[in-house]
C-alpha cells in the first residue's frame, strides 16, 4: 500500500515538473509560399500578307502576326494621309480624342461599305473637275486635276476650301503626336476596341440627321461616336 501511495505521489510530482517545463502541447503551422506557373499574355503585332477579294471587287486584309518589327512596313502615303487626317480632325483635342478618330477610319476600312484602305476612306466623297483641265478635250485622264466638292465629303477639314497643309511640322508637338498615334495605327493595329467598332462622329455642337440610324457609343472631348446598329 506504502509503495502504490509513493508511485503515485512520484508520478503526480513528474507530471507537474513536465507541464510546468514544457506546457501545453501546441501544433506548429508551416507556411510555404508555392510559385504558380500560369500561360503568359503576349501581344502580337501585325502584318499584311494576303489580300482577298469580297463582293463588290472590294478587298480586304488579312492580318498575322509580325515575326519581328522588321517586318511591319508602313506605306510613306498612308502614314501622311492618316497622321493629316487625325491632326485637322481632332488637334485640339486630348489624345483619346486623337485615337479615336483614328480608330474610325480603321473600322471602316473593315467595313465593306467603305474602302479597303485608310487614304480612300479619308479622301471618299464626290469630286469636281477643275477648270484648267476640263477645257482640254485632248488631256488623259491621269493629267486631269480633281478636287471634292465643297461640304460634301467624309472628313469636312478635306473640303472646306481651305489649305490642308501643316505648317512647322517639325516643331509643331500635335503634329508629331497625330503622326505617332497613326504609326501605331497602321502598323500595331493598337486601341482597336477603343470606339467599339464606331464607323462615324459629330461634334458636339451639331445635330445631323443621320445619328438618329446609328447606335450611340461614347462621347470623347468634343466628339460624339456611333456605330451601325
Known amino acids: 500500500m506504502k509503495n502504490y501511495a509513493l508511485t503515485a505521489i512520484i508520478g503526480f510530482i513528474i507530471g507537474v515538473t513536465a507541464y510546468y517545463y514544457l506546457g501545453i502541447p501546441q ?12 500561360e503568359r499574355v503576349v501581344v502580337v503585332d501585325k502584318q499584311v500578307i494576303k489580300r482577298v477579294p469580297v463582293i463588290q471587287k472590294i478587298e480586304r486584309i488579312i492580318y498575322r502576326p509580325a515575326r519581328s518589327p522588321k517586318d511591319i ?10 497622321s493629316l487626317n487625325i491632326y ?6 486630348s489624345l ?24 480612300s476612306v479619308i479622301y471618299e466623297g464626290p469630286i469636281r473637275e477643275s477648270w484648267k ?19 460634301r465629303c467624309q472628313f469636312s477639314w478635306y473640303c472646306d476650301g ?14 508629331r503626336i497625330a503622326r505617332d498615334v ?21 461634334a458636339t455642337y451639331v445635330k445631323p440627321e443621320w445619328r438618329k440610324k446609328l447606335k450611340l457609343v461614347a462621347k470623347i472631348d468634343d466628339h460624339i461616336f456611333y456605330r451601325w446598329q
Do not use: F
Request: net charge positive; with cysteine.
Open 88 to 93: 485637322r480632325e481632332a488637334n485640339n483635342q
Open 73 to 82: 512596313v508602313v506605306g510613306t502615303k498612308e502614314l501622311e494621309c492618316m
Open 96 to 119: 483619346a480624342g486623337m485615337i479615336a478618330v483614328a480608330r474610325v477610319v480603321m473600322n471602316r476600312v473593315k467595313d465593306r461599305r467603305y474602302p479597303d484602305n485608310p487614304c
Open 182 to 202: 497613326a504609326y501605331s495605327v497602321l502598323a500595331y493595329d493598337r486601341w482597336a476596341g477603343m470606339v467599339e467598332g464606331a464607323t462615324h462622329y459629330h
Open 27 to 38: 501544433t506548429i503551422t508551416e507556411i510555404k509560399e508555392v510559385e504558380k506557373i500560369v
Open 162 to 175: 481651305k489649305k490642308d497643309e501643316v505648317v512647322n511640322k517639325k516643331d509643331n508637338i500635335k503634329w
Open 133 to 151: 483641265t476640263r477645257q482640254n478635250p485632248n488631256l488623259k485622264k491621269s493629267e486631269r486635276i480633281y478636287y471634292p466638292r465643297k461640304n
